[in-house]
């Protein structure tokens, strides 16, 4: 076949899609290219924490004298599931933009403002599945009742006391935020380097020390905020910052250059 036959017949339907694309899907398109990482890995890394906690349980009912209610009576507090994950997503939140937006803007032709709007949708959607997650492991565990053993990972009090709503609310604000600020920082990095980021940890202290100080020295009554409700409220407080952190991210990266 000829080149003047090929160039009549036009671009491949594959290459016309891909062109014809919402240039805001494309980039969540781009974000969940690594499938191991956005799916995968936080299946296999929240079945292994699970697993560890099923080992610990196992131990402790062997090796102590507690009985196995009891130990469940204490694994209602246990914290696995809260503190196992959030320094996994801020990473991912960080590579998304470290990764991706080089090559969104200076290969695939996107817009600043394209590339910003496809990763806060691609964060949304990140953490909806996330949070999904979550919920799917809570009701596994339950069903298997607490892994066959009394052992709690998701049951728990810190995510809701074994309530579904509560369980999904809190992991997707979660996830929100830390996906957001992972994003922010590596926006302060691509324009400013490491001093930048070393700037950007130092002020968020400031402020979150001075609002302490605010609180302590007006001597407002900050704890009853919380007494109702707590999921909800801290649900609430990650969404703004996720919502503010987004908002740094625009700033910042209006001026990123592309290159570094």
Request: hydrophobic residues 60%; proline residues 3%.
């Amino acid at each position: 076949m000829s080149t003047a036959t090929l160039t009549q017949a036009g671009p491949a339907p594959a290459a016309t899609a891909h062109r014809g694309m919402n240039p805001v899907l494309r980039i969540v398109r781009l974000h969940f290219v690594d499938r191991m990482q956005m799916v995968w890995v936080p299946i296999i890394m929240l079945a292994a924490v699970a697993a560890v906690c099923v080992v610990v349980f196992l131990l402790l009912a062997a090796l102590t004298p507690a009985t196995a209610e009891e130990l469940g009576a204490g694994f209602r507090y246990n914290q696995a599931a809260l503190w196992s994950w959030p320094g996994f997503i801020v990473t991912i939140g960080v590579y998304a933009y470290a990764r991706t937006m080089p090559f969104a803007i200076g290969m695939m032709g996107s817009t600043r403002r394209h590339y910003w709007a496809g990763t806060a949708l691609w964060i949304v959607v990140q953490s909806a599945f996330l949070s999904a997650l979550m919920g799917a492991f809570l009701l596994l565990e339950q069903a298997t009742g607490h892994w066959f053993t009394g052992a709690r990972m998701f049951d728990v009090y810190a995510l809701g006391d074994g309530d579904l709503g509560a369980t999904l609310l809190i992991s997707f604000a979660i996830t929100l935020a830390c996906l957001s600020v992972g994003a922010g920082l590596a926006a302060v990095y691509l324009r400013w380097g490491q001093y930048g980021v070393m700037a950007g940890i130092a002020g968020l202290l400031v402020v979150i020390l001075g609002a302490l100080a605010l609180v302590l020295g007006t001597g407002m009554d900050f704890m009853t905020f919380f007494s109702t409700n707590l999921i909800a409220k801290i649900s609430g407080l990650l969404i703004v910052i996720a919502v503010l952190a987004n908002g740094v991210s625009w700033l910042v990266m209006r001026k990123v250059p592309v290159g570094r």
